[in-house]
């Protein structure tokens, strides 16, 4: 082999195992549950490539609620996640002193405990005449019919319960690099405080906001657990479909037409969101 | 001095060509490494684009067992091997400290290890676990397993993936075995199952929260209950239940009915009468209170008034209940058809199975073990359920679910009742 020849080979080999690594564990099952998608048959007669494209549109028709209930559900417990732990970073980044590791570790305990035993354990918790409700009840402050597993407000609640440690470290991260002296250089100008944190901290902490908002938008919008454990009737999401359709119905291609048609909605979604508050804006915000 | 002839050619035109115009002017556009590239890129995408179209997934058509097949001489060379591996749902079988009383009378009377594995969650996915390994025409590593009869148990039959029980071993089986479990519709003439246990699907209630008498299935349309009617996730459940409701029996339903059905179900749904379709877990939200009726098994119910729920009541509707059974069978390839045969004939022995009752508190299959349970084992509680020994009047309310006639018939039925549950 000719010295030329090699040099030029050197980037190939070295982003060989990078390659291998895409080709194997992201294009390989892409490119199968497309192919997948396009078949059609049954379980006894198996299924042969027949390159139905229109079940993209009829499994969109079908289902167009329950991706638009995904996608709600997952945007509105993505932004309480956000909400509710901003100021909870913010406080251990700048007020947890020597405590910060303790109170990491403390707020991060819960979820050592998988996700299934933790969603079970709320809907104990959640039922109608349970520790909480039945106790509102015995005391009149709410209706005797009142209920809150099986409704939606149940559904989302699970969702950003599951969010919360994901929200909360990358955000704790971006508050903690934040150099210090620039907020005291703020005050001594006479900054008001709610001054230095619009102009100085919320866009510094920025990177952290959009890793948690993509951390917590992807997985909450896929989700079925939580709709199928706290939700009731009309509470499924399109996760809920797939495991039915895959598990119970053993129907391959709309399973897999309607995972193909979540990534691509969701690919869709982050390339606007990074394009409207991507990286550029961040990097602005950074150097 | 050089010769004219070798001169530069930019002398000889007298202007200056620059070398990077003449390389792209005198070279191919495309670079070596460029095309390379490409040329990559499209054998990648035509391989899979050729490997696609070439390949589907294999179905499971022709992957069982030959027709034809002269089982009595296959049989008739088997022989006892000292062991067999069992796989079962948890929770169903007597059970002490020490393992099962049961199996280890069984290896004790007759030499054989029973690897007993309760691993069967539900049938859908104890199937799909299953299903690749006999398409493939290999061993599931199981000699017996227990699954309801319904779509996937159909399809183990279909698919000729059971191996044809051998009636001469099973004296035990036409002696004691009820008539209930006798010759089912999916599988006439017990070719390839036997009953583990039985149950039915009926009603369920809270009489801490209903006062007056549940005997309808049409109790759980009734608006008084609206957002407390609890209803099961599963198609096959749901779509049996809504066609009682209109008078319809189940069995010998057509698409119509199921439509028919599906509507009445559509309609509790949206007047808010439901609460919820549950999995297992309505028995919990019974007990919760988040549900005050409910459709709900024979067993559950049982268990649950023992263990303190004396509220919850369990009612055979007029208009009947749906009788299921879990079934005993030999997958076929498995390595111990023989010592599975011989515990299927141990456990059709009254003695037996009242030890496995006692502790099951499912419909027992031979009923020739109430007195056992009633005297031997001292369980008069037990042995007077009619949810264990159903009396001969509640017998004649038992109705047979319908029994999908291919994959088609199906699709059909999970295409109509699937989006009432899932919405």
């Known amino acids: 082999m000719s010295t030329k020849l090699r040099t030029a080979l050197v980037p190939y080999l070295l982003s060989l195992p990078a390659a291998l690594w895409l080709g194997i564990f992201f294009l390989l099952p892409l490119v199968t549950i497309l192919g997948v998608s396009l078949m059609t048959g049954n379980s006894i007669d198996g299924w042969t490539l027949t390159w139905n494209f229109s079940i993209f549109g009829d499994a969109i028709s079908t289902y167009a609620t329950q991706f638009g209930r995904s996608f709600l559900y997952g945007g509105i417990s993505t932004a309480v996640a956000l909400l509710t732990m901003y100021p909870v970073a913010y406080w251990i980044a700048f007020h947890g002193g020597r405590f910060k590791s303790v109170l990491l570790f403390l707020l991060l305990l819960p979820f050592f405990v998988s996700f299934v035993i933790r969603i079970l354990a709320w809907q104990f918790i959640l039922a109608d005449d349970g520790i909480i409700l039945g106790a509102l009840k015995d005391i009149g402050l709410i209706p005797e019919d009142t209920h809150v597993l099986s409704t939606p407000f149940a559904v989302v609640a699970g969702l950003t319960y599951d969010a919360l440690p994901f929200m909360l470290l990358p955000l704790y991260v971006a508050l903690q690099r934040i150099d210090r002296t620039q907020v005291e250089g703020a005050a001594d100008l006479y900054a008001s405080a709610s001054a230095r944190f619009r102009t100085i901290i919320l866009p510094l902490s920025a990177p952290g906001i959009y890793a948690g908002i993509v951390l917590v938008a992807i997985t909450n919008i896929g989700d079925y657990l939580s709709a199928s454990i706290l939700g009731g009737p009309s509470t499924t999401m399109i996760g809920n479909i797939i495991q039915t359709q895959y598990v119970n119905n053993a129907d391959y291609p709309i399973a897999s037409a309607l995972a193909l048609i979540l990534m691509v ?18 990097q602005e915000h950074v150097t | 001095m050089r010769p004219s002839g070798e001169q530069e050619p930019e002398s000889s035109t007298g202007q200056s060509v620059r070398p990077d115009l003449l390389r792209g002017l005198t070279q191919p556009r495309f670079s070596r490494r460029r095309f390379v590239r490409g040329a990559a890129g499209l054998l990648a995408a035509g391989s899979l684009a050729g490997a696609l179209s070439a390949c589907g997934i294999a179905g499971t058509r022709d992957t069982g067992w030959k027709d034809g097949f002269d089982w009595d001489a296959w049989w008739s060379e088997q022989s006892k091997q000292g062991t067999f591996d069992f796989a079962n749902w948890p929770l169903y079988i007597d059970r002490t400290k020490d393992g099962s009383p049961t199996i280890n009378a069984f290896s004790d009377e007759y030499g054989i290890t029973v690897n007993y594995r309760p691993v069967i969650q539900d049938n859908a996915t104890f199937f799909a676990q299953i299903s690749p390994v006999l398409q493939a025409g290999q061993s599931t590593g199981y000699d017996m397993v227990v699954i309801s009869n319904g779509w996937q148990l159909t399809q183990m039959i ?70 407390k009617v609890g209803m099961m996730a599963d198609d096959t459940e749901l779509g049996s239940v809504g066609m009682l409701a209109l008078g319809i029996d189940p069995k010998t339903s057509t698409p119509a009915d199921w439509e028919r059905a599906a509507d009445l179900l559509r309609k509790q749904r949206d007047a808010g009468i439901v609460r919820q379709y549950y999995d297992q877990s309505y028995i919990k939200a019974l007990q919760q209170g988040d549900t005050w009726i409910s459709m709900a098994w024979s067993g559950d119910v049982f268990l649950s008034q023992q263990s303190g729920n004396k509220n919850l009541k369990f009612v055979v509707p007029d208009e009947g209940v749906m009788f299921w059974q879990d079934n005993c069978m030999i997958p076929l390839h498995a390595a111990h058809p023989v010592d599975a045969m011989m515990w299927i004939d141990y456990f059709y022995q009254p003695e037996v199975q009242a030890l496995i009752e006692d502790w099951v508190n499912y419909i027992c299959p031979v009923p020739d073990a109430k007195p056992i349970i009633a005297g031997k084992l001292g369980d008069p509680t037990v042995a007077d359920s009619p949810l264990v020994f159903p009396t001969p009047a509640m017998e004649k309310q038992f109705v047979a679910y319908y029994d999908p006639k291919g994959v088609e018939d199906q699709l059909k039925w999970t295409s109509i009742f699937d989006p009432i549950i899932q919405s």
């Open chain 2, 158 to 227: 279909k698919n000729h993936w059971l191996i044809p029980l051998d009636h001469s071993r099973m004296p035990n089986f036409k002696r004691y075995a009820a008539p209930s479990v006798r010759d089912p519709n999916y599988d006439p003439g017990n070719t390839y199952t036997v009953a583990w246990q039985s149950g039915v699907t009926g009603i369920a209630y809270d009489t801490n929260n209903i006062d007056r008498e549940i005997t309808t299935v049409k109790d759980l349309w009734d608006p008084a209950f609206a957002g």
């Open chain 1, 265 to 282: 909605a969701l690919m869709a979604a982050m390339a606007v969101y990074a394009r409207v508050f991507g990286t550029r804006t961040l």
